[in-house]
């Protein structure tokens, strides 16, 4: 099918480049078309390089290629494996073939298919000798670039001055995009925050669970083996002993009275309102004076009570 006198417009059946044996031109762009294509280009006076828009009509779908040798058979096109995938092309199918015109390509912008092609020591350098294959590449298409017996699909996501640009004989800068198959690592911060609650609530449960401490509890005992009276509750020190109009600073003694009936002896808990018996003891008079010291320094500090003995008799 022809189409106006000024463009190249027809139909052919296509099929792999391995019909042919020529596999090697996988790596690129370029398609092999039939004699009679070369003489209705010629009588066109067609520009070179000659580029071409390949259409699947069937379902709509567009590409843009080269070509390369015009050796096929009458009626037949051999296109690289990849680009009929791109098409949804089986062996047999129809395609279009129309001569165009595009613009030279500024920038591009690749998506690889797998993080492996990152891997690879110089992507970049692999990607640019693999390209001089390509006489254009279109927005939405998937190229391959085979390397180290591996071959690695590119998506073209985006390129300026429009969606379809010729790269032949021209700078064009190259822009790479996360991999389909990339993962963002996960925050540590979250991961520090949920391991930090557990641990803290660990450390609070023990301290809940240990006792009070409370200083100098229990009771008191005495070292003569009598009972103690006093409270064994601590006393409050913080009461300052105020000074007498005396000048001497009075003392806090217990609530003992020991009035003297007889000289030379010491009555111990006597009261005015008790009519129980007294019990007395005798002492000399130089024990008097060294008891009732020793009286006084007890209600004051309660440490070794008990009776004092003389050595002397």
């Not at 039939?34 to 259409?55: N, Y």
């Not at 601590?234 to 007498?244: G, M, R, V």
């Not at 003992?256 to 129980?276: D, E, H, M, W, Y």
Request: charged share 30%; proline share 7%.
């Amino acid at each position: 099918m022809n189409g106006d006198a000024s463009s190249f417009e027809q139909c052919y059946r296509c099929y792999p480049l391995t019909f042919i044996d020529k596999a090697h031109l996988e790596k690129g762009d370029k398609i092999i078309m039939p004699p009679s294509a070369l003489d209705r280009l010629a009588s066109l006076h067609i520009e070179f390089p000659m580029l071409f828009q390949l259409s699947n009509i069937s379902i709509e779908k567009t590409t843009h290629c080269g070509v390369l040798e015009f050796t096929a058979d009458e009626g037949l096109v051999y296109l690289p494996y990849w680009m009929m995938q791109n098409m949804s092309l089986q062996e047999g199918d129809i395609a279009q073939i129309k001569s165009i015109s595009l613009d030279k390509g500024t920038y591009i912008k690749l998506q690889p298919h797998t993080q492996d092609f990152l891997d690879i020591s110089n992507p970049k350098a692999i990607l640019e000798t693999t390209l001089r294959s390509y006489s254009c590449l279109t927005t939405g298409d998937t190229i391959m670039v085979p390397y180290n017996n591996k071959q690695y699909y590119i998506n073209v996501i985006e390129a300026k001055p429009s969606s379809a640009v010729s790269i032949i004989e021209t700078d064009c800068e190259v822009d790479f995009a996360p991999p389909l198959d990339y993962k963002e690592p996960e925050k540590p911060q979250k991961l520090a925050s949920s391991k930090k609650r557990p641990l803290e609530v660990e450390e609070e449960e023990p301290a809940n669970k240990l006792p009070k401490f409370t200083p100098f509890t229990g009771s008191g005992k005495r070292l003569d083996g009598k009972t103690q009276t006093n409270s064994t509750e601590p006393e409050d020190t913080t009461q300052q002993e105020k000074p007498s109009e005396n000048g001497k600073d009075d003392e806090k003694l217990p609530s003992i009275t020991t009035p003297r009936k007889r000289s030379g002896k010491l009555v111990f808990g006597s009261n005015s309102k008790s009519s129980a018996a007294k019990e007395t003891v005798k002492v000399e008079p130089k024990k008097i004076e060294q008891e009732s010291s020793t009286k006084a320094d007890e209600a004051k500090f309660q440490v070794f009570t008990g009776k004092k003995y003389s050595l002397k008799g």
